[in-house]
């Protein structure tokens, strides 16, 4: 069989299991590492210049391979057209999207180097599964460089329709790079037309229901939605709940509903909305003041993005006027925290909840609504509020879901999951339930890997 060779801007390493700072990627294909396997990508560290000897490390039978970057190539291709273009683009915030030539000019050299870099490590029966909007011209890059093997690509955020996609200088060159990959995978099938669209409006390919037809190949388009280990998040969940300090969080709340957020401080979760919709069900429900306890966990992250460093002080901003204007001498409505809390402590939360309230502007999935569904106890769930705007939401249809725009929504769906029947709260979560466990991390991997190996 043929090796895989993953390639992320991040790469975990092999201690990262279940650690603190474990994101949705690492923890996704944690399960699927098959020894064997390589991961190629950068070390998260900077350096002077960008290196082009990556530094091997093992782990249960994974081979690790890491570069550095320099500090220029850092912020054009990672502060810049990563996180500055791409990300705000692909979340249809183009108010946010600030681009410059140089940027993408570094965007592609970095893709460049990464291809140099792998190309030393790989064989010619490898089979390369690319991941996310860092990476999109590595699939042209290598195959630039000389690798005939399959690529795949996948897309963990969202896509946009042409007309949004066109603001974008580059984006001609961007849908060329789409189309140098075997396979192109995304988390629904809205994401998948879009591209499909852009590809028709950009790359001057014919395009014959979701394949792409270039220069003598096919790019196939396929949507394959991520999900966690289930059975994994459950016992973790379950068990976490009588720890100390989960008993410690419950008597905390004396008897109050727990209301829980949980994901990196990022301008695409709608935390503000969020923060607004709260204090709409405080004024709008004054019966639940006293009752309901919401707590923020908001991992800072991109701190050396200027959008990220005025999002975090809108939050605290806001965060001290709720409490301003609703806390008692013996009740907090909200405590908001911006430090990444263990994957236990989250899983166990998650378990002691009321509502689970997950209402990103637009996500490309959102696990984070997932492991919520996954933590809870069937004989007595709490309640999923979801935006409309996660993929997750093509799933679960039987949360709550709103418009995460409209603060009255989100205040209207946290009084209806605050007041919801025992047997309406169990009869939702058993649907979610089997979609969370049917449409796991490992089904995600299979689908993606016996496309590319069609
Ligand atoms: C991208 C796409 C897509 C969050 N806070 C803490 C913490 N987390 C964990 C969650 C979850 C993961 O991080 C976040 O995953 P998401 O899916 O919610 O979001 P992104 O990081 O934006 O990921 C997204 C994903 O890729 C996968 O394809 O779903 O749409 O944007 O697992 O639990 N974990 C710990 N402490 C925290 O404070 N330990």
């Not at 870099?117 to 630039?144: K, S």
């Not at 025992?422 to 939702?428: F, H, K, N, T, V």
Request: proline fraction near 5%; charge should be neutral.
């Amino acid at each position: 069989m043929a090796r895989l060779v993953i390639v992320s801007n991040r790469v975990p390493g092999p201690r990262a299991k279940g650690a603190a700072s474990a994101g949705g990627l690492a923890v996704a294909l944690q399960s699927f590492l098959a020894p064997g396997t390589l991961w190629f990508g950068w070390s998260g560290k900077v350096a002077a210049e960008t290196s082009t000897e990556p530094v091997l490390v093992e782990g249960d039978g994974v081979t690790y391979a890491t570069i550095d970057l320099g500090a220029e190539d850092y912020d054009r291709f990672y502060v810049g057209f990563a996180n500055s273009s791409l990300w705000p683009l692909l979340h249809f915030r183009l108010g946010l999207m600030r681009y410059t030539r140089a940027d993408f000019a570094g965007y592609l050299a970095v893709n460049d180097a990464f291809a140099k870099a792998l190309m030393a490590l790989l064989r010619d029966d490898d089979t390369i599964w690319v991941h996310d909007y860092h990476l999109i011209p590595l699939g042209a890059a290598l195959r630039a460089a000389g690798f005939r093997g399959r690529i795949g690509f996948f897309l963990h955020i969202p896509f946009v329709p042409p007309s949004v996609l066109e603001a974008l200088p580059p984006a001609r060159e961007l849908l060329h790079a789409m189309c140098a990959y075997d396979v192109v995978g995304f988390q629904t099938r809205t994401h998948l037309a879009d591209f499909v669209d852009c590809a028709y409006r950009f790359s001057g390919f014919a395009v014959e229901g979701d394949e792409v037809v270039t220069d003598g190949r096919r790019v196939r388009a396929i949507a394959d939605p991520i999900g966690i280990d289930a059975v994994s998040f459950a016992r973790i969940a379950t068990r976490a709940a009588s720890t100390a300090y989960i008993q410690r969080v419950r008597e905390s709340l004396v008897g109050r509903a727990l209301v829980i957020s949980a994901e990196r401080l990022d301008y695409s979760k709608g935390l503000p909305h969020r923060f607004e919709g709260f204090a709409c069900l405080l004024a709008r429900f004054p019966q639940h003041q006293r009752r309901v306890s919401m707590l923020q966990i908001a991992a800072r992250s991109r701190e050396d993005v200027v959008e990220y460093q005025e999002l975090r002080r809108e939050l605290d901003r806001l965060a001290g006027d709720i409490n301003g204007r609703f806390s008692g001498f013996d009740w907090v409505p909200l405590r908001y925290m911006t430090q990444t809390v263990p994957r236990t402590k989250l899983a166990g939360l998650f378990r002691i909840a009321r509502i689970g309230l997950v209402t990103p502007l637009r996500d490309g999935m959102n696990l984070v609504a997932k492991e919520f569904v996954a933590a809870q106890d069937p004989a007595d769930p709490g309640v999923l509020i979801l935006s409309r705007f996660a993929g997750a939401a093509e799933e679960l249809t039987d949360a709550l879901l709103v418009n995460p725009y409209d603060p009255d929504d989100i205040a209207d769906a946290m009084h209806a999951a605050l007041e919801m029947p025992l047997e309406e709260r169990q009869a939702r979560h058993a649907v979610l339930r089997r979609a969370v466990f049917e449409v796991t991390s490992a089904r995600y991997c299979d689908v993606f890997t016996e496309a590319l190996a069609a």
